[in-house]
């Protein structure tokens, strides 16, 4: 052996199997990798066939592990006779069946030779112990699911309160019960010269950081109108609230369904719709199909149920004197002026939309951003119904959202829009919801096809809810929206997105530290 002197004077041996470098260990190691996990496996499998009372002595390994006299071919061949139909096995079999493998290895232990098992038993044994792992899988899966779908469609208690402590407001404080808008703006509420934003929601928080944030970024917020319309059992809050915090240069318009007069033609209109969506939600929450745990909690979902959300398709009946309305989700936040929005021209369309679609250079082919954005994913094109709709060759197009929508109401007043989406509601209901799933957008894709017209898709951007939202995004575009179950105002919404949301919050107020809104 020789010795070398290195640098820092420190002496070295030169040993003689200094070559073997790294080069000759990288494919050892990998020769390894391969050889060693499939030496593991077979033995492993070998000793649970020793172990099952199939082969009750070691001995049976013997030359196993290279194939001769190999048992597990005949159990493969079994395990491929038995199948693999869970209807088939007795519930009882299953719940009986060991929690793990190291618990079916000592239940297979612990047989006596003379009582050794035949190769059919031993395999309807392991099936029922995967059997029972799946089903307490899906089980917690289902769990996780229901506790977070629960929270995102959960009142917060501090929103509960909010509610409850404006109701209280509006009936000892006269100044909660002024009139919206004051009398001197009454004229206002038809005047085509200003800006008219419509609003359905019972939501007071949300439409208060829409508006907030709509005048924060408005050129001429004294232009701004905006028409609030809720249900009976938030108005009295929801007018409270917007009393009490005066919009000003704005003008607000607080009005609850039952001060509509749906007694005479387009009132009748209303109540049509309202009648299917409570059959069709009726009916979906009781739905019993294999995934009908799924189902269900689809059904709790504010967006499949709320009336006020499928009452979007009544807008020409509800502001009958009005030319044009941009229409805002209670979900959104404006960071930009709407009024080049508000003054496009669409064509002779109903209305205008985001379609998110990118350009496929190299066929010219127009493509969805969103996979989970083409309409396909919304109705079901396996049945023949749809398939014969105008729709029907169109399952590969992007759908457009709800969000920020501009109408036009006199071209909605000529049209059969509203006639189509009900006719559409009621046929999904008696076909069983074979359709679509319950949802407002499924048909309105069929009642305004034809009618939109695409905005630029920097005025809004979506699905923010779903993840934290990207800062890059969030400086190009006008408008974001939350559409994602974790909601900016719920506490499982993330950092980012209620930091954004809350910063249109008064953090003064008291209403809202009384609740524990602002802390």
């Known amino acids: 052996m020789k010795t070398q002197i290195s640098p820092d004077g420190l002496a070295k041996a030169n040993s003689p199997y200094r070559r073997f470098s790294s080069r000759s260990a990288v494919p050892t190691a990998l020769l390894l990798g391969i050889l060693l996990p499939l030496l593991f496996v077979r033995t492993a499998f070998l000793a649970l066939e020793a172990g099952a009372s199939i082969c009750p002595s070691i001995s049976c390994l013997g030359w196993s592990l290279i194939g001769e006299g190999d048992p597990s071919m005949e159990l493969r061949a079994e395990w491929g006779r038995t199948g693999t139909d869970e209807t088939k096995m007795n519930s009882a079999t299953v719940e009986s069946a060991p929690d793990s493998l190291e618990g079916f290895v000592a239940e297979m232990n612990s047989i006596s030779i003379d009582d050794r098992l035949d190769m059919t038993t031993f395999v309807l044994k392991i099936k029922a112990m995967i059997l029972k792992m799946e089903h307490k899988a899906r089980s917690a899966r289902l769990r996780s699911s229901f506790y977070h779908h629960l929270a995102s469609v959960s009142v917060p208690k501090s929103l509960h309160c909010l509610t409850l402590l404006l109701a209280e407001e509006y009936s000892i404080n006269s100044l909660a019960r002024s009139s919206l808008p004051e009398s001197h703006h009454i004229s206002c509420l038809t005047n085509a010269s200003y800006l008219h934003i419509a609003l359905l929601t019972d939501n007071i928080l949300a439409a208060s950081v829409v508006i907030s944030s709509t005048i924060k970024h408005s050129k001429n917020p004294n232009k701004l109108i905006f028409h609030i319309i809720t249900d009976k059992k938030t108005f009295f809050a929801m007018h409270a609230w917007f009393a009490l915090h005066q919009a000003h240069p704005a003008v607000v318009e607080v009005k609850g369904l039952h001060q509509f007069d749906l007694s005479a033609d387009l009132g009748r209109s209303v109540v049509e719709t309202i009648k299917e969506v409570r059959l069709s939600k009726s009916m979906y929450s009781q739905y019993g199909g294999g995934d009908w745990e799924v189902k269900w909690l689809e059904s709790l979902k504010p967006s499949s149920y709320s009336l006020l959300n499928y009452l979007k398709i009544h807008l020409p009946e509800f502001f009958p004197k009005l030319e044009k309305v941009i229409l805002l989700e209670d979900d959104v936040v404006v960071q930009c002026d709407l009024a080049e929005l508000y003054n496009l021209n669409l064509g002779g369309k109903v209305i205008g939309s985001i379609i998110d679609t990118i350009r496929n250079e190299e066929d010219n082919t127009t493509l969805c951003i969103d996979p989970d954005k083409r309409i396909d994913s919304y109705l079901n094109f396996s049945n023949p119904i749809i398939i014969n709709t105008p729709l029907g060759s169109a399952k590969d197009n992007c759908t457009w959202s709800w969000g920020v929508n501009i109408f036009d109401l006199r071209a909605w007043?000529?049209?059969?829009?509203?006639?189509?989406?009900?006719?559409?509601?009621?046929?999904?209901?008696?076909?069983?919801?074979?359709?679509?799933?319950?949802?407002?957008?499924?048909?309105?894709?069929?009642?305004?096809?034809?009618?939109?017209?695409?905005?630029?898709?920097?005025?809004?951007?979506?699905?923010?809810?779903?993840?934290?939202?990207?800062?890059?995004?969030?400086?190009?575009?006008?408008?974001?929206?939350?559409?994602?179950?974790?909601?900016?105002?719920?506490?499982?919404?993330?950092?980012?997105?209620?930091?954004?949301?809350?910063?249109?919050?008064?953090?003064?107020?008291?209403?809202?530290?009384?609740?524990?809104?602002?802390?």
């Open 413 to 519: 007043r000529q049209s059969n829009i509203t006639k189509t989406y009900q006719f559409w509601l009621r046929k999904n209901r008696e076909s069983g919801l074979l359709l679509w799933p319950l949802g407002s957008l499924a048909p309105a894709l069929i009642a305004f096809n034809g009618f939109m017209h695409p905005i630029e898709s920097s005025w809004l951007v979506s699905d923010l809810g779903w993840n934290e939202p990207d800062p890059s995004l969030l400086q190009s575009h006008a408008v974001f929206h939350f559409n994602g179950p974790a909601k900016p105002w719920l506490e499982i919404g993330y950092l980012g997105s209620r930091e954004l949301w809350r910063a249109h919050l008064n953090s003064s107020d008291e209403f809202l530290r009384t609740c524990g809104v602002i802390e």
